[in-house]
């Protein structure tokens, strides 16, 4: 799984032979069928992972905070700084997460977790929770391909006004998406 992570993070060619990935895996070629039926298994297995790591970094990171704004703004922000500090998380997410929009896993089974809470409490006033959905992964892949694009951009504060438009695309009033966008982020658990 660690040889597909860094080959979709490298090249995003999933063409690669499986001897290539075995010997990548430091496995024997043999090895490879006693978890995988065929790359594609192997590829999207990868993308799961990496897409549930980064899943479980925001709920630790993000423990305790109640506000369904708050949370989406950080979760922007956060990935922001992921690039740098995962850059192979990151690319995995850049070069195929636009294939997970609406997976019942990962990052997309908390987003839309919080997004349903958000609209419930009446904080967010999107009409269906799957189009709003959209577009936050969209807007994500956005975010994390601007990152690698102009690695000398303020990725900070690039995230921060993309997460206050996204709340106000989400019906958080102005004022209050322009605050929470900027509120500090949670200490690293």
Known sequence: MSAARQILA??????????????????????????????TEL??????????????SFDERLTGVDDPAELEAAG?????????????LMQVLRRRGLGHPHSD???????????????????????????????????????VELRFARPDLDGDEAAVNLAEMVLRMLGVPSDDA????????????
Request: glycine content about 10%; overall charge negative.
């Open 105 to 143: 896993s990962g990052l997309v089974r908390r987003a839309l977790r919080d997004l349903e809470v958000g609209m419930a409490s009446g904080r967010f006033t999107a009409l269906d929770p799957a189009v709003a959905l959209s577009a936050l992964g969209g807007t994500l892949l956005s975010l």
């Open 10 to 39: 490298e090249t995003g060619d999933t063409g690669v032979s499986i001897q290539a990935i075995a010997e990548r895996a430091d496995v024997g070629f043999g090895s490879f069928y006693n978890h995988f039926q065929s790359k």
């Open 76 to 88: 922007f922000r956060l990935s922001a700084r992921m690039a740098d500090s995962h850059p192979e």
């Open 178 to 189: 322009h605050e929470v966008a900027r509120r500090p982020l949670p200490d690293a658990a």
């Open 43 to 56: 590829f999207e297995a990868a993308v799961v992972d990496a897409l549930e790591e980064f899943g479980q």
